[in-house]
């Protein structure tokens, strides 16, 4: 089936008055269920990415066969998220659009999109500027050699202006590899591959990057499926520190971690549920005020060691690498 996943703050986010914590995984203990209530859905939901100041949150949203990518928007209101809508910058189906992610400083936000080419998938990374008013600005699509004429995936900023994101253009380690790309002067970018650990013969395809760039959650198919792996940047590289959270019968996707690094926010299939969001602490004493506001499913926070897949429903992968086909 296409494999696409679409799927990614100041150094503290600023919590909205009145906006409850999320429920508290023990470091090291199984992830528990995040989605809230408003967002959950029997499809599939993954890569939340929060305004610094707590008060929006981005998604994408897709059916439980992952097909029909979208991006929704949610506010934080009364101490709970309010019912999804549309992105206001976003395009109606059968444009598909996912991975938003908000820079640092809330200046931005970046996703995928093919609405350059809509009879094809395409995509490439757009981003949209906030206004004087609060508003985003119009869409601007990102130039070559960031954008290729393969799928360019889960775009990642840090502090300084680096971008990080997956594409399985020709020439990589693998079927998809992690690039970095640096814009040396307006609109002139400079991208070269990641390289080993990170790029290798799998498929690696995405990786979320923390604010200073000294830590990496990588989604990689290194197994039968696939998982998350754990990187720290020393000595000018990236170093293997492990497997990440979550289970090994099903995927996990769309990574996204708190500003400091000490938390994470990843997809996973869960029940007769395509894609739910779970939160997994990475250290002891994690700051709880991150995510921003509720952070409960409405169905209690659940372990996902505990939940089986239903017998007689297929749990297949979600969209990877911007190509579809039959599972």
């Known amino acids: 089936m296409a494999r696409l996943m679409a799927i990614f703050s100041l150094a503290a986010l600023t919590v909205v008055p009145g906006c409850a914590q999320a429920p508290t995984p023990r470091a090291g203990a199984s992830p528990v269920r995040w989605t809230p209530a408003a967002v959950s859905t029997e499809n599939y939901e993954s890569s939340p990415t929060f305004t610094p100041d707590g008060r929006e949150m981005y998604f994408v949203a897709a059916d439980r066969n992952f097909r029909n990518y979208r991006i929704l928007k949610t506010t934080c209101e009364d101490g709970d998220w309010s019912a ?73 900023v840090t502090a300084d202006g680096t971008l990080y994101f997956g594409s399985d253009r020709p020439g990589g380690f693998g079927q998809s590899d992690i690039y970095v790309a640096n814009e040396d002067r307006p609109g002139h970018w400079t991208v070269r591959n990641v390289g080993p650990p990170v790029s290798t013969a799998a498929n690696d395809y995405e990786a979320d990057v923390t604010f200073d760039g000294r830590s990496m959650v990588l989604v990689s198919d290194r197994g039968a499926k696939s998982h998350l ?39 996973e299939a869960d029940s007769q549920r395509s894609g739910e969001v779970y939160l997994f602490d990475l250290r002891p004493d994690t700051d709880q005020s991150w995510p921003p506001c509720t952070a409960t499913s409405g169905r209690g926070s659940e372990s996902n060691d505990s939940t089986e897949v239903g017998s007689g429903t297929q749990v297949v992968e979600p969209l990877r690498r911007g190509r579809r086909s039959t599972p």
Do not use: C, K, M
């Open 229 to 267: 792996y754990q990187f720290i940047r020393r000595d000018g590289g990236w170093t293997e520190v492990g497997r990440g959270p979550g289970r090994d019968d099903v995927f996990q996707v769309g990574p996204i971690q708190s500003p400091d690094g000490d938390r994470l926010l990843f997809a």
């Open 84 to 156: 999804p809508v549309p992105a206001p910058f976003g395009l109606p189906l059968p444009i598909i659009e996912a991975d938003p992610f908000v820079t640092p400083d809330g200046r931005r936000l970046y996703f995928i999109s093919s609405r350059h080419a809509p009879a094809r998938e395409d995509f490439d990374i757009w981003y949209v500027e906030r206004g004087p008013e609060g508003g985003w600005g119009p869409a601007v699509r990102l130039p070559e050699p960031v954008n290729s004429e393969q799928a360019e995936l889960l775009p990642r």
